[in-house]
């Protein structure tokens, strides 16, 4: 029996360009919400077959993915039902995607199911670390600056060279760490920086210290690159909410009414503000050695269209 529609608003749609343009074809890898790709690759097809004998619909869907019901497609674009394991590979198989596409199709739908902040914390990380996988692979980011650029791991321990008494010993820095990264990602982590330059071992005392500044210039990166990293460090943030005492951390939000041009100025004022911190840091560790390293990330993104 054929189900009938609900009030519930099907997502718009983010390919949806002004006048007669035809749609172009969803790409995966720039979607978070897996209903919103579904609702823009039925779309998609739609518009390449509406000139057909038989335009493209919710009961070819179903055929083409071995499902009975033939508004099923439409319920799981209108959040009316949750997709299973199993039809995320009927779904991938209906939609023709490639292997690496339907690996990267299941995450999007376990971080869509998801409630629990810790977890969709972690799902969200792990997408945007397979995006760059993906893209390094294909060749869209070249290897070679993949492997130069420091994951968060590499950042941390950096910062860890202003400690005092700082030892590269690896069982020592992963207690520092509090478990968070393993043996084998610190000892990785501290051979892309030496390798790299950015830090080297003193000849006369025989400790490490750092050579050449991290950039911050992350203009001229991969945006997917970048991303990866501000996703791996601002994910410490909410781990921290959940692991560390009131007392060693600090957190403070606003959700705000803004016009565009308040947010540019407020914008304007947390880059200031991030670069004098960091020029502040630099002139104390010039003269003195810090205790511990702390993680400050400055957010601000819009919640509404």
């Given at each position: 029996m054929e189900v009938q529609p609900t009030n519930v608003s099907i997502p718009k749609s983010t390919f949806s360009p002004p006048g007669p343009t035809p749609l172009a074809s969803p790409d995966l890898s720039r979607y978070?919400?897996?209903?919103?790709?579904?609702?823009?690759f039925f779309e998609f097809k739609k518009s390449q077959t509406k000139n057909d004998l038989r335009p493209y619909s919710y009961a070819m869907f179903s055929a083409a993915a071995d499902i009975k019901s033939p508004n099923y497609l439409k319920m799981i674009i209108e959040g009316r039902r949750n997709l299973s394991a199993e039809m995320v590979g009927k779904f991938s198989q209906a939609m023709n995607l490639s292997k690496d596409?339907?690996?990267?199709?299941?995450?999007?739908?376990?971080?869509?199911?998801?409630?629990?902040?810790?977890?969709?914390n972690f799902l969200l990380k792990s997408i945007v670390q397979y995006r760059v996988q993906k893209k390094v692979k294909s060749g869209?980011?070249?290897?070679?600056?993949?492997?130069?650029?420091?994951?968060w791991v590499g950042w941390i321990l950096y910062a860890m060279l202003d400690l005092k008494n700082f030892e590269f010993n690896i069982e020592t820095l992963r207690k520092k760490l509090k478990g968070k990264a393993s043996l084998e990602e610190i000892k990785s982590a501290f051979e892309?920086?030496?390798l790299t330059g950015k830090v080297k071992k003193d000849e006369s005392t025989g400790r490490?210290?750092?050579?050449?500044?991290?950039?911050?210039?992350?203009?001229?990166?991969?945006?997917s690159l970048v991303r990866q990293l501000q996703a791996e460090l601002m994910s410490l943030g909410?781990?921290?909410l959940f692991h560390d005492e009131p007392q060693n951390r600090e957190f403070g939000t606003l959700t705000l009414a803004l016009t565009q041009v308040e947010f540019e100025d407020l914008r304007f004022q947390l880059r200031k503000l991030r670069k004098q911190v960091h020029k502040d840091n630099s002139i104390h560790r010039m003269s003195s050695e810090g205790e511990k390293v702390y993680q400050l990330n400055l957010e601000l993104f819009p919640l509404t269209d």
């Open positions: 978070l919400d897996y209903r919103i790709f579904l609702c823009d596409e339907a690996i990267e199709f299941r995450m999007l739908v376990e971080f869509g199911h998801a409630s629990d902040p810790s977890e969709r869209e980011i070249n290897l070679q600056l993949y492997q130069r650029f420091p994951n892309n920086l030496a490490w210290k750092k050579a050449n500044q991290l950039s911050e210039n992350f203009d001229e990166l991969p945006v909410l781990e921290s």
